[in-house]
């Protein structure tokens, strides 16, 4: 059973700081995909960033190129995401999700497995 566990989020003003971690569990296999999700109110859920992580090759949205960092720990089984130069537009609810195939899908419907969310303010 996959289990996934954010932690990390909290309250920054622009131009801050602040690491997001996923805690994972339960691997199915090591075609491990994981990634970062966030909703904003009214808004559709959309990727952030992801990485497989046999091969720790990471992909970001346009929005947060430069800025955030996705990166993960193989001994430790977690996923982090580094944000930096935060936006009042970064501010929503991440998600961390998981899925096991041979490349991570884009969109959200390609994983099967995700977290409770941890909460991000940008004011």
């Known amino acids: 059973h996959v289990q996934l566990v954010e932690s990390g989020g909290g309250s920054v003003q622009a131009g801050g700081s602040l690491i997001l971690s996923c805690a994972s569990s339960g691997a199915i296999d090591s075609r491990q995909c994981m990634g970062w999700f966030r909703q904003a109110p009214g808004k559709e859920r959309e990727r952030v960033a992801t990485?497989?992580?046999?091969?720790?090759?990471?992909d970001y949205a346009d929005s947060v190129k430069g800025r955030f960092t996705i990166s993960h720990d193989n001994f430790k089984n977690t996923v982090y995401l580094q944000m930096n130069s935060l936006k009042p537009e970064d501010t929503a609810m991440y998600f961390c999700?998981?899925?096991?195939?041979?490349?991570?899908?884009?969109?959200?419907?390609?994983?099967?497995?995700w977290g409770q969310g941890t909460q991000v303010t940008v004011s």
């Open positions: 999700a998981a899925a096991y195939i041979n490349s991570c899908p884009r969109t959200s419907d390609g994983y099967p497995y």
């Open positions: 990485i497989y992580t046999r091969v720790g090759s990471p």
